[in-house]
């Protein structure tokens, strides 16, 4: 693990406090995710949607998944609620007061607009309502938040370059361009025309790759559409060049243990190999990915996964180090971050 100033260590009865109390970045998590199943039901009595469960807990109830698709196709359901700037609003405010009291200071966004624009809802009414919570959130919740616009890459290409053009008159809403839903069968080559053209503009670039798809998507993630992070990652244990390539050059993995356990990616977070990856010097984050699905917020999966996993708070220190290093701030911003964590860290010697 990379040199960081020596912390005493905590006692394993306060680490759970410290990495509650850690300031830290959120990286990996999709907004419509973060819909909880009261408000769903809520936004679809407001707009006359309606849903195939009888109630929210019934809707709750279904939150068992098999693999990635199966939550996909109810992520997708909660999605056909949402159809006012207000309701885009609403639901990224929500997120960000839930972010604010797991001290997140800074957190970017995921979200598609494919979904939404295949409901009749306009690429304007979504990137307004998301980007006006976002510019809210300093004042009422004491951090900062930014956009990133996530392809949906079970669709074409040539659907991905129509996004991206009815995006464009709304480009300084958002930081980045991302690259998610279905995983196996469409690797990230199959949008390198796309994210070539996303690059020109000046965008960020992320991908999800490897987190159900074998290694070989990381490789195209990193080579073919050069992005600067790579969403979930968690496949590349399995190639010994690939864990080298992705140590030597500190390309940020956003990682994400609950969505992983959901979605069976590991049979148990005993088995998760987040540790076996810091510890091979790479530099992963932690996430919340879907916190509404997949049973909780950034700092649940901050304290399941320590105590499945036996980490110590030299790994606090450097996951919630590597979320703002791995972050799109400016210098300024993320030095002042980076002050708040070790300030932080210091009272808790
Ligand atoms: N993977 C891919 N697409 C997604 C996910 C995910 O975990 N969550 C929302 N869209
Ligand atoms: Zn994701």
């Keep these: 693990m990379p040199n960081h100033p020596q912390h005493?260590?905590?006692?394993?009865?306060?680490?759970?406090?410290?990495?509650?109390?850690?300031?830290?970045?959120?990286?990996?998590?999709?907004?419509?995710?973060?819909?909880?199943?009261d408000m769903i039901f809520a936004m679809g009595q407001r707009n006359h949607v309606r849903l195939a469960y009888p109630s929210i807990e019934a809707l709750r109830q279904a939150y068992v998944f098999d693999n990635l698709q199966s939550f996909l196709d109810i992520y997708h359901a909660g999605t056909t609620v949402l159809k006012t700037e207000q309701d885009f609003y609403d639901m990224t405010d929500a997120y960000l007061a839930r972010a604010q009291a797991d001290n997140v200071l800074h957190t970017e966004i995921f979200f598609d607009t494919q979904t939404h624009t295949g409901h009749g809802t306009s690429v304007v009414t979504v990137i307004n309502g998301l980007h006006r919570a976002c510019a809210d959130a300093p004042a009422r919740h004491g951090m900062t938040a930014s956009l990133i616009l996530c392809f949906l890459r079970h669709l074409s290409e040539e659907e991905a370059f129509e996004c991206l053009e009815q995006a464009l008159p709304l480009r300084d809403k958002i930081v980045g361009i991302g690259l998610a839903s279905s995983e196996v069968g469409h690797p990230p080559e199959k949008f390198a025309k796309v994210f070539a053209r996303a690059r020109q503009l000046g965008f960020r670039l992320v991908a999800h790759a490897g987190e159900e798809a074998p290694p070989a998507y990381i490789w195209s993630a990193l080579d073919v559409l050069k992005v600067e992070r790579i969403d979930h990652g968690v496949q590349a244990i399995h190639d010994t060049a690939l864990m080298q390539r992705l140590a030597k050059d500190r390309m940020p993995l956003t990682v994400c243990p609950l969505s992983n356990l959901k979605l069976r990616v590991f049979p148990t977070l005993q088995q998760h190999t987040l540790k076996r990856m810091l510890d091979a010097g790479i530099v992963a984050t932690v996430n919340s990915d879907d916190p509404a699905y997949f049973g909780g917020y950034i700092n649940e999966n901050f304290t399941q996964t320590f105590a499945a996993l036996g980490m110590t708070s030299a790994h606090a220190y450097l996951l919630a180090r590597n979320s703002f290093d791995a972050s799109f701030i400016d210098a300024s911003l993320r030095s002042q971050y980076v002050q708040r964590l070790d300030a932080v860290f210091e009272t808790f010697e």
């Design 8 to 37: 005493k260590p905590v006692s394993p009865e306060r680490l759970p406090a410290l990495l509650r109390a850690m300031p830290k970045a959120e990286l990996h998590m999709h907004i419509e995710g973060s819909l909880e199943a």
